[in-house]
């Protein structure tokens, strides 16, 4: 084969890579659409990721599902297991359901329907327990069809290093290969460096869901290679492309304590955290460029008008595409600031719209939890664009609003994908565009003002029981952890990341909030299964 046409070969793999990842969504869809049962939902999971992997694994490997038995002990069930029955005879099978001797098993791996909360954490525990037991021979990686975002992962997995840490008096040690759906593959990083960071994640909405399949796939390829199975031609490139991604850091207390275990080692060499920019121009480049300078252009206008109302204008977070959300809510408030000097430097500094309270940020979790979990994308931001005093801000709203919403309507014209829906935040706005349209249907959901606690109770009303099911499941530490990795994406200056995430950790997270979650829950639920 010529180079030429393996390279041609290597990318069409991709692209296949590709059509198997939107057929597992497709069976994903489907299912859930017809059933509501748990463990049956749970089993058909199981089995789509098995009948994909086959088709990636040499013939000698079987896939099934079952235990690992050792001379000492016998695993828990494992969702999927890859195993060589060459290598020694099976202890047990009926059907897919088998026992497998340890020296026979390439690869365990866990499959969650759902994964959030205190449950995270405990699959993780349950994985690294295992590993420990195999001796590191077994390849383990964890599939999640539905899970929290990648800042609530990373998170958890630090305070499990800091769990371990008190136990066995060392930081480093090797994690699962995580692939959450639609969301990212996380995977260790080794590179014989202890102070190097510990992760290196490829994120799906920058890449693709065939790409993190791929590199799932090709991670367990990696393990086989012990089980004298040669490099497929169809991988080749991709272990050096899975080390051109982003790494993720450990946080000072860590580090800190990982230089008082190796007080003798080589200091440090600077490593970098950022994805590096690729050769060439990716496809559709200049579309991005166009959107980028049209949107530009509407700042441009934004600003002026803000101007001329005598007001500050406060920028959103500029998206990058056209999204399949658009959330509206009423106008930035001047009350975060103690003058309008101070307002200016903050501006100037890098601030953004929608990144400073509380508030916002169970916004930002809720919108990207439970309202755009199928690589969807929504985008923030108010009726009238002018930073102004809370009294103020009441004054003359009606024809504030109409001078903003020519506006208004080219931003939703420019942002919105075709069969978008925008989303009213709060009555006043919805009363508003009802009155005077928008080129998107219109729904909406309750405001987070606290102004409006009363209505959160309203909420729950008739959805008792499902609310006591959701207490205790989203902490004041994951909308942190959501917040932090807005923050990042966001492209906000570290130094002003730092002071927003100060404050947040400041705030206070009680039942209110928890109810407030809960609404958005139910609301942004119901979207998104209304317009999939």
């Known amino acids: 084969m010529s180079r030429e046409g393996k390279r041609d070969n290597v990318q069409g793999m991709r692209e296949l890579a590709d059509r198997y990842a939107a057929e597992l969504d497709a069976q994903f869809q489907t299912l859930n659409h017809f059933a509501n049962h748990a463990g049956e939902i749970g089993r058909a999971h199981e089995y789509f990721l098995r009948t994909i992997l086959r088709r990636f694994l040499p013939a000698r490997f079987r896939v099934g599902t079952g235990f690992i038995a050792s001379p000492n002990r016998t695993s828990p069930q494992q969702d999927v297991l890859v195993y060589d029955p060459a290598k020694s005879p099976l202890l047990f099978e009926a059907g897919d359901l088998v026992v497998v001797d340890a020296e026979a098993t390439a690869a365990a791996i866990e499959v969650k329907s759902e994964l959030s909360g205190s449950r995270l954490k405990d699959a993780c525990r349950k994985l690294l327990n295992e590993m420990a037991s195999s001796g590191g021979q077994t390849f383990h990686g964890l599939y999640a069809w539905d899970s929290s975002s990648l800042g609530v992962w990373i998170e958890a997995a630090w305070d499990i290093v800091r769990e371990r840490a008190k136990e066995t008096g060392r930081h480093r040690f090797d994690f699962p290969v995580v692939y959450v759906r639609d969301r990212f593959l996380l995977f260790p990083n080794h590179d014989g460096n202890w102070w190097s960071p510990p992760f290196r994640v490829l994120r799906v909405e920058e890449h693709s869901e065939g790409a993190a399949l791929l590199g ?5 390829w990696f393990r086989l290679q012990e089980h004298r199975v040669d490099w497929p031609w169809w991988l080749d490139g991709w272990s050096e492309e899975l080390k051109s991604l982003e790494m993720i850091e450990w946080p000072d207390d860590i580090k800190k304590a990982m230089q008082a275990e190796h007080p003798d080692a080589p200091a440090p060499t600077e490593t970098t955290c950022s994805v590096p920019e690729t050769a060439g121009t990716a496809p559709g480049r200049s579309d991005a460029d166009a959107f980028r300078r049209a949107y530009e252009v509407l700042e441009s206008r934004m600003a002026q008008l803000a101007e001329s109302d005598g007001d500050l204008y406060v920028p959103n977070v500029a998206p990058t595409r056209p999204v399949d959300f658009v959330l509206i809510c009423m106008e ?3 009350g975060h600031w103690a003058s309008i000097e101070e307002a200016r430097a903050q501006l100037q500094d890098g601030f953004r719209n929608f990144l400073y309270s509380i508030g916002d940020f169970i916004l930002h979790y809720c919108a990207r939890n439970y309202l755009c979990r199928e690589r969807r994308a929504f985008h923030l931001t108010d009726m009238s664009k002018g930073a102004m005093l809370v009294k103020k801000a009441g004054e003359a709203r009606k024809k504030r609003y109409a001078r903003w919403h020519a506006l208004l309507v080219d931003e939703v014209q420019l942002v ?24 998107v249907p219109v729904s909406k959901v309750l405001h987070y003002s606290v102004q409006a606690r009363l209505a959160r109770n309203k909420g729950i009303a008739g959805h008792e029981a499902a609310y006591e099911d959701f207490r205790g499941s989203v902490s004041f530490r994951d909308i942190v952890a959501d917040a932090t990795e807005v923050l990042r994406a966001s492209g906000i200056p570290d130094a002003l990341q730092e002071e927003t995430l100060a404050r947040l950790k400041r705030s206070k997270f009680t ?18 299964t209304e317009t999939a």
């Open 332 to 334: 930035p408030s001047f």
């Open 416 to 439: 919105a994908k075709d069969g978008a829906r925008a989303i009213a935040v709060g009555s006043v706005v919805k009363k508003h565009l009802d009155k005077h349209g928008l080129p």
């Open 511 to 528: 039942d209110s909030e928890e109810k407030l979650i809960f609404n958005y829950k139910l609301a942004f639920e119901s979207l998104a």
């Open 216 to 220: 799932f796939i090709g991670m367990l």
